[in-house]
């Protein structure tokens, strides 16, 4: 008689306990398609917003310093002269990471302004460098410091 009431009593908390499982997943599943359906217009209009912003940010120059700051203004990217030294694209394009002092990463930049052969980088006037340095926002003096340009014209030479 005892172990008939001791299973019936197991039994009754089992049931006990499923029912509330079943009560919290029931309420549980509920909220969340609840509030899913709340926010999900709200989480529309933020993407929005956010495309937006990042359409925005690519079209301003990063680098701009305001007055208020003691900084000068930056009003227009300096621009790098192609008739010295040539135009070139991604079909005639050199592995500029043979010069010492340009990785991967700075051939990426340097490909990014208009810069892919030796050649180019061989004729680099003084005024050219300073751009150069300007537009890949790298360290200053480390075209001079790592002599790009002679190892460029080494290159060439050995390419032909």
Do not use: C, H
Not at 43 to 55: H, M, Y
Not at 90 to 111: M, Q, R, S
Request: zero cysteines.
């Amino acid at each position: 008689m005892m172990t008939i009431f001791l299973a019936s009593k197991a039994l009754f908390l089992v049931e006990l306990f499923l029912w509330m499982l079943g009560a919290f997943l029931i309420g549980y599943f509920f909220s969340w398609n609840f509030l899913r359906k709340k926010y999900q217009t709200e989480i529309a209009s933020q993407n929005e917003t956010i495309i937006e912003l990042k359409n925005e940010m690519q079209s301003t120059i990063r680098a701009r310093k305001t007055i208020d700051r003691g900084g000068i203004e930056i009003r227009e990217p300096k621009k790098l002269n192609f008739s010295n030294i040539g135009i070139a694209n991604e079909t005639n394009k050199d592995d500029l990471t043979l010069i010492n002092g340009i990785g991967g990463f700075i051939e990426k930049k340097l490909n990014s302004i208009g810069i892919y052969t030796y050649d180019q980088i061989s004729k680099l006037s003084g005024e050219d460098i300073i751009t150069v340095t300007d537009l890949i926002q790298f360290f200053p003096g480390r075209i001079v410091r790592d002599n790009w340009i002679g190892q460029a014209k080494r290159l060439i030479k050995n390419k032909s």
